[in-house]
């Protein structure tokens, strides 16, 4: 079945079949090739049935089912083609009999934790008719469905995992005299289910299943959306191969991939969250509830460096001459969006050097560090999870390496290498335990659509916020940080969802800057409040400017987190244009968390939300999930009005400003910080008004002495009744705009706030429109 779907307005629909078989695992074995733009090699893919799954844990399925299931069928495909066979050796191959002592030598980095990253760009899941029930029906053959798109697919294969030496161990036989499917799934099935405890063992195992011989290539067909895979007689997903192989390459004008140059003009690759999330570089479950494991192998020319989400800090191994391999692995499951990857010729910035005891001393514990420890059993699945881990709890900060591209190593040292240290402590002192073991941080090229994207173990930010002195840097830097906890460590069980992800992370990331600055109480408050002006602000301009079904954070209601008996669902506004540019889910999200600080206290509202991350770390959540539990940690005569079904009601499921946030907005008194930035924005609105008499003239840098260092106007004295995006664009990187530019600690945000899509409005006194460049843009 082709779906075609129109991009301006469709949803986008997530095929996979998740209710009948899940993913446990991915092994990819890739070569880059940047003369074709693409990635080629294998994927190799181990499976669990859900039946499998319910009868072992004795429960009842986890998705809810969606109340309307209009399931169409999928049409088996034709007597398949047969698929051309791949004759190509992949050249990324590296010895994995050394996987044991972890990654060649590489400390032992076991005890992670982590979960979903958003899936900065997702929107949202409901029930559609793109959702497809592909389970058995009578006696046709099982079909599984990937996610896929943009991506050439050359063979499917069964692997044959009975042919590993040693694999005996799981079943139960001192010698396998007899290889049958049941047996071959069976073996599977023990793998993907071993202890925590013995994830080096799991992981070994993995690595030399997936270079096992095939034993029969499987029937496939592709559509726009999906990969669809059956064998003859398996009408069961519990009867099909557990363990497949897929043989394939990307494209180069594939959705997940962007390839380019850096600002040293060598090429490079990256992946990021995008609308199609990262189907189009391998095929994959997208929903979020498939969490797996990965490890990934990837060739390239010894002259670049491949980062990618992993536990480990891989180092090249030498292939071939000219070539290289990198290994990464990751023990904790994720859904696979937040798989990322990054080849190019990065140069590492080397932080100063510091001591283990900095890094890992065990200490004695101050009264509001007494409840980072994790008591008892995680309510996650089993992994080597962090929060168990008494040396992980007191690591204020985490081993880190800087990349950039080789022009920008010099202000990377200067302005990044420094803030990452600071900024990592202040996240610990808030949350406790950093649920990743270690972090990249990547200065992504200069077509990056973002500021940033947080990844299990990798950041990306863009080259903007260097330029930005420290309080672009660091405030960008810790909105990152807090997606580790927020979007990866706990990640939202339905898209729609985005404001658990992007609020949490606006929200938190004013208070890791606070503590990194060391500021006194008065000083954080007037910045905290400052930003909330701004926010305010912007939010005024989001709910002016994009049609109101889009400004809802909640919008299946009642049905969010259904699925169709398969386990389908769609992202809703998935391939809308705007989606991207969108922030009402960050800004509406960070109103309602500091509306629920302020009715708590921040002494007890940080102390819940430590609480709520050693709940519920690890797992996936739902707005409910959340709230249920702060309302139960609020004391009676602080919850007055407040209730899950208020909050929904107010703020969640309507589109607009919520009410008791106008209410704040009106009875609220200016701080002293916003009033002296008004009046430096007044004053240049009655500079510009006046008349002009001379010709235009180079940007006036003009520094008041009034105003702290952090405060700077940029004064553009061109004027036009109307602008494009383009010309706001240009015209502010030459220094030729009509209006003032106003950069300070909180710019950052404003410049992903307000997308410069259409035609702007003439200049009115004091109206807002957003920010470029990392500074705020005020239309006079």
């Given at each position: 079945?082709?779906?075609?779907?129109?991009?301006?307005?469709?949803?986008?629909?997530?095929?996979?079949?998740?209710?009948?078989?899940?993913?446990?695992?991915?092994?990819?074995?890739?070569?880059?090739?940047?003369?074709?733009?693409?990635?080629?090699?294998?994927?190799?893919?181990?499976?669990?049935?859900?039946?499998?799954?319910?009868?072992?844990?004795?429960?009842?399925?986890?998705?809810?089912?969606?109340?309307?299931?209009?399931?169409?069928?999928?049409?088996?495909?034709?007597?398949?083609?047969?698929?051309?066979?791949?004759?190509?050796?992949?050249?990324?191959?590296?010895?994995?009999?050394?996987?044991?002592?972890?990654?060649?030598?590489?400390?032992?980095?076991?005890?992670?934790?982590?979960?979903?990253?958003?899936?900065?760009?997702?929107?949202?899941?409901?029930?559609?008719?793109?959702?497809?029930?592909?389970?058995?029906?009578?006696?046709?053959?099982?079909?599984?469905?990937?996610?896929?798109?943009?991506?050439?697919?050359?063979?499917?294969?069964?692997?044959?995992?009975?042919?590993?030496?040693?694999?005996?161990?799981?079943?139960?036989?001192?010698?396998?005299?007899?290889?049958?499917?049941?047996?071959?799934?069976?073996?599977?099935?023990?793998?993907?289910?071993?202890?925590?405890?013995?994830?080096?063992?799991?992981?070994?195992?993995?690595?030399?299943?997936?270079?096992?011989?095939?034993?029969?290539?499987?029937?496939?067909?592709?559509?726009?959306?999906?990969?669809?895979?059956?064998?003859?007689?398996?009408?069961?997903?519990?009867?099909?191969?557990?363990?497949?192989?897929?043989?394939?390459?990307?494209?180069?004008?594939?959705?997940?991939?962007?390839?380019?140059?850096?600002?040293?003009?060598?090429?490079?690759?990256?992946?990021?969250?995008?609308?199609?999330?990262?189907?189009?570089?391998?095929?994959?479950?997208?929903?979020?509830?498939?969490?797996?494991?990965?490890?990934?192998?990837?060739?390239?020319?010894?002259?670049?460096?491949?980062?990618?989400?992993?536990?480990?800090?891989?180092?090249?191994?030498?292939?071939?001459?000219?070539?290289a391999s990198w290994h990464y692995y990751v023990t904790m499951p994720m859904p696979a969006s937040t798989f990322t990857i990054a080849v190019g010729s990065?140069?590492?910035?080397?932080?100063?050097?510091?001591?283990?005891?900095?890094?890992?001393?065990?200490?004695?514990?101050?009264?509001?560090?007494?409840?980072?420890?994790?008591?008892?059993?995680?309510?996650?699945?089993?992994?080597?999870?962090?929060?168990?881990?008494?040396?992980?709890?007191?690591?204020?900060?985490?081993?880190?390496?800087?990349?950039?591209?080789?022009?920008?190593?010099?202000?990377?040292?200067?302005?990044?290498?420094?803030?990452?240290?600071?900024?990592?402590?202040?996240?610990?002192?808030?949350?406790?335990?950093?649920?990743?073991?270690?972090?990249?941080?990547?200065?992504?090229?200069?077509?990056?659509?973002?500021?940033?994207?947080?990844?299990?173990?990798?950041?990306?930010?863009?080259?903007?916020?260097?330029?930005?002195?420290?309080?672009?840097?660091?405030?960008?830097?810790?909105?990152?940080?807090?997606?580790?906890?927020?979007?990866?460590?706990?990640?939202?069980?339905?898209?729609?969802?985005?404001?658990?992800?992007?609020?949490?992370?606006?929200?938190?990331?004013?208070?890791?800057?606070?503590?990194?600055?060391?500021?006194?109480?008065?000083?954080?408050?007037?910045?905290?409040?400052?930003?909330?002006?701004?926010?305010?602000?912007?939010?005024?301009?989001?709910?002016?400017?994009?049609?109101?079904?889009?400004?809802?954070?909640?919008?299946?209601?009642?049905?969010?987190?259904?699925?169709?008996?398969?386990?389908?669902?769609?992202?809703?506004?998935?391939?809308?244009?705007?989606?991207?540019?969108?922030?009402?889910?960050?800004?509406?999200?960070?109103?309602?968390?500091?509306?629920?600080?302020?009715?708590?206290?921040?002494?007890?509202?940080?102390?819940?939300?430590?609480?709520?991350?050693?709940?519920?770390?690890?797992?996936?959540?739902?707005?409910?999930?959340?709230?249920?539990?702060?309302?139960?940690?609020?004391?009676?005569?602080?919850?007055?009005?407040?209730?899950?079904?208020?909050?929904?009601?107010?703020?969640?499921?309507?589109?607009?400003?919520?009410?008791?946030?106008?209410?704040?907005?009106?009875?609220?008194?200016?701080?002293?910080?916003?009033?002296?930035?008004?009046?430096?924005?007044?004053?240049?609105?009655?500079?510009?008004?006046?008349?002009?008499?001379?010709?235009?003239?180079?940007?006036?840098?003009?520094?008041?002495?009034?105003?702290?260092?952090?405060?700077?106007?940029?004064?553009?004295?061109?004027?036009?009744?109307?602008?494009?995006?383009?010309?706001?664009?240009?015209?502010?990187?030459?220094?030729?705009?009509?209006?003032?530019?106003?950069?300070?600690?909180?710019?950052?945000?404003?410049?992903?706030?307000?997308?410069?899509?259409?035609?702007?409005?003439?200049?009115?006194?004091?109206?807002?429109?957003?920010?470029?460049?990392?500074?705020?843009?005020?239309?006079?």
């Open positions: 079945m082709d779906v075609k779907l129109e991009p301006s307005w469709d949803d986008l629909p997530l095929m996979a079949n998740t209710s009948h078989i899940l993913v446990k695992h991915y092994v990819l074995d890739l070569d880059v090739d940047f003369e074709s733009q693409i990635f080629e090699g294998t994927i190799v893919l181990f499976f669990e049935s859900r039946n499998r799954l319910e009868k072992q844990s004795g429960s009842t399925k986890e998705t809810c089912r969606s109340e309307s299931n209009e399931a169409c069928r999928f049409s088996t495909p034709e007597p398949c083609h047969s698929p051309v066979t791949d004759t190509r050796t992949s050249s990324s191959k590296t010895g994995y009999n050394d996987f044991a002592i972890c990654g060649k030598g590489e400390k032992d980095t076991s005890g992670k934790d982590g979960n979903h990253d958003n899936p900065e760009q997702a929107s949202g899941i409901s029930s559609s008719k793109y959702c497809c029930d592909t389970g058995n029906h009578g006696s046709e053959d099982f079909l599984l469905v990937l996610d896929c798109c943009d991506l050439s697919v050359f063979k499917v294969e069964e692997v044959d995992v009975a042919a590993v030496p040693g694999i005996e161990t799981f079943t139960g036989s001192p010698q396998i005299t007899f290889v049958s499917e049941e047996l071959r799934n069976q073996i599977v099935h023990e793998l993907v289910t071993l202890p925590a405890d013995r994830w080096r063992e799991q992981f070994d195992y993995y690595a030399h299943c997936s270079q096992a011989p095939g034993c029969g290539e499987l029937l496939f067909d592709t559509d726009t959306w999906s990969l669809q895979i059956r064998k003859t007689g398996a009408q069961t997903a519990t009867d099909f191969p557990h363990a497949i192989r897929i043989w394939y390459s990307t494209k180069p004008q594939g959705r997940s991939v962007t390839w380019t140059s850096d600002q040293s003009g060598r090429p490079c690759v990256y992946t990021m969250g995008s609308p199609v999330n990262n189907r189009a570089l391998f095929p994959c479950q997208e929903p979020p509830v498939a969490m797996s494991t990965w490890q990934a192998t990837v060739g390239a020319a010894a002259s670049f460096v491949v980062l990618m989400s992993g536990e480990n800090s891989a180092k090249p191994t030498q292939l071939r001459e000219g070539r990065w140069a590492e910035m080397k932080p100063e050097i510091c001591s283990s005891e900095d890094l890992a001393a065990e200490r004695s514990l101050t009264p509001s560090e007494a409840d980072f420890r994790c008591v008892g059993i995680c309510g996650h699945m089993e992994y080597p999870c962090r929060f168990q881990n008494p040396s992980a709890t007191t690591q204020e900060v985490i081993p880190h390496r800087v990349f950039a591209p080789v022009c920008l190593q010099g202000a990377c040292q200067e302005t990044l290498l420094p803030l990452v240290r600071p900024c990592l402590s202040a996240a610990h002192s808030v949350l406790g335990t950093h649920p990743f073991s270690r972090l990249d941080i990547l200065i992504v090229p200069a077509n990056f659509p973002s500021l940033g994207m947080a990844s299990p173990h990798i950041i990306f930010l863009s080259q903007s916020v260097l330029i930005g002195m420290n309080h672009l840097c660091g405030t960008r830097l810790c909105h990152e940080i807090a997606h580790a906890w927020f979007g990866l460590a706990i990640g939202a069980r339905d898209w729609t969802e985005e404001w658990l992800s992007e609020g949490f992370a606006t929200h938190l990331e004013d208070v890791f800057w606070a503590k990194a600055q060391q500021l006194a109480p008065h000083e954080a408050w007037e910045q905290q409040e400052l930003k909330a002006d701004l926010r305010w602000r912007c939010l005024q301009d989001e709910v002016r400017n994009y049609p109101e079904e889009m400004q809802v954070l909640r919008p299946n209601k009642e049905k969010t987190g259904h699925v169709s008996d398969s386990g389908s669902s769609v992202i809703k506004h998935g391939l809308n244009p705007e989606k991207v540019f969108m922030q009402v889910h960050y800004l509406k999200g960070y109103f309602l968390l500091r509306f629920l600080a302020q009715r708590l206290g921040d002494d007890t509202y940080f102390a819940f939300l430590r609480k709520f991350v050693h709940t519920f770390h690890g797992q996936l959540i739902l707005s409910q999930d959340f709230l249920q539990m702060l309302l139960e940690n609020i004391p009676e005569e602080k919850r007055l009005d407040l209730s899950v079904e208020n909050i929904f009601r107010d703020w969640l499921e309507s589109s607009g400003i919520p009410q008791p946030l106008q209410t704040e907005r009106q009875a609220r008194a200016e701080c002293g910080l916003a009033r002296r930035v008004g009046a430096e924005v007044h004053k240049w609105i009655r500079v510009n008004r006046r008349p002009h008499k001379r010709k235009r003239r180079e940007t006036e840098e003009v520094f008041e002495k009034n105003l702290s260092p952090s405060l700077r106007l940029e004064r553009r004295t061109q004027s036009s009744p109307s602008l494009t995006s383009d010309q706001v664009l240009q015209e502010t990187s030459t220094g030729e705009a009509c209006f003032p530019i106003l950069s300070f600690p909180f710019g950052y945000m404003f410049m992903e706030v307000r997308p410069f899509m259409t035609e702007l409005p003439a200049p009115q006194p004091s109206s807002f429109i957003g920010g470029t460049g990392g500074k705020v843009l005020i239309l006079i």
